[in-house]
């Protein structure tokens, strides 16, 4: 059974991954930013025989990753999925920039995956082999020119794309497979109401796709259906 390290795992597609991964016996590390206020969460991990422990982590803040990585120690970690993420500010678009937002959402979406990655490597070493997956989207494929919403957005997550991208081969070196995801147009806090699946849809497609991954098909843009998306 393999040790799963999720970040936003308190609702959405990081809850419904959380659910995913502990109902087939997986030991999930659960990383959310408030424990007080994941009550779904709390209510799997009261669950007698799934094993799903919460851990306190704020991917934007230095000291919050430090206390994580003092938590673990040396603890080996098999998957890690670089879930949380944010769709950033109101105005994001050519005629009305919030900057500010802007950075914030470069924050969460592109240096919290990699400041996570970062301090979990030693975990991830010490499993052996071990997997990556970084929840992106497909609005980040250069591949693609339709859209001219969600600026900030699309930038933090094609950046995070070129990051996982440009890190996979000094991965691979140490065993560690790299994958970036577009989890499908999800019913989730970011992707509204109307959205095509819902978020136990998404993390199925997700948790088949982090199934058959490997150091051959690293880097990988993968869609939620396990197909090929362009970079
Ligand atoms: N839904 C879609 O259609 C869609 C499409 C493409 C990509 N995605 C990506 O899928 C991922 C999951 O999003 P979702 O759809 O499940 O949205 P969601 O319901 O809004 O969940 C976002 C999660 O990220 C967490 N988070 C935000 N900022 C954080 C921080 N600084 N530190 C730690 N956790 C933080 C949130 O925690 P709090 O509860 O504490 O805020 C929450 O758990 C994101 O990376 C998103 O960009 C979603």
Do not use: C
């Not at 979406?109 to 997997?131: C, E, H, I, S, W």
């Amino acid at each position: 059974m393999a040790v799963v390290f999720i970040t936003g795992a308190n609702r959405g597609i990081g809850l419904a991954l959380t659910w995913g991964f502990a109902d087939r016996g997986d030991t999930v590390l659960a990383a959310v930013r408030a424990p007080d206020k994941a009550p779904d969460l709390k209510r799997m991990a009261a669950m007698p025989d799934k094993h799903i422990e919460i851990l306190t982590l704020d991917v934007t803040d230095a000291a919050s990753i430090a206390a994580l990585k003092a938590t673990l120690g040396q603890r080996p970690i098999d998957i890690l999925v670089n879930n949380a993420g944010v769709i950033g500010p109101e105005h994001q678009t050519l005629a009305d920039m919030d900057y500010d937002g802007w950075l914030t959402t470069l924050e969460v979406n592109t240096l919290g995956p990699f400041r996570v990655l970062q301090a979990l490597l030693d975990n991830l070493k010490a499993a052996g082999n071990a997997y990556v997956m970084t929840i992106t989207s497909r609005m980040a494929s250069f591949a693609s020119s339709r859209g001219s919403d969600r600026l900030a957005y699309r930038a933090s997550k094609a950046a995070t794309n070129k990051v996982m991208q440009s890190v996979a081969s000094d991965l691979a070196a140490m065993n560690i497979a790299v994958a970036v995801a577009h989890p499908g147009w999800v019913q989730t806090g970011i992707g509204g109401r109307n959205a095509d699946i819902s978020a136990e849809q998404s993390a199925a497609g997700l948790i088949h796709v982090i199934d058959r991954m490997s150091i051959i098909h690293s880097p990988r843009f993968v869609n939620y259906d396990g197909s090929s998306i362009a970079w």
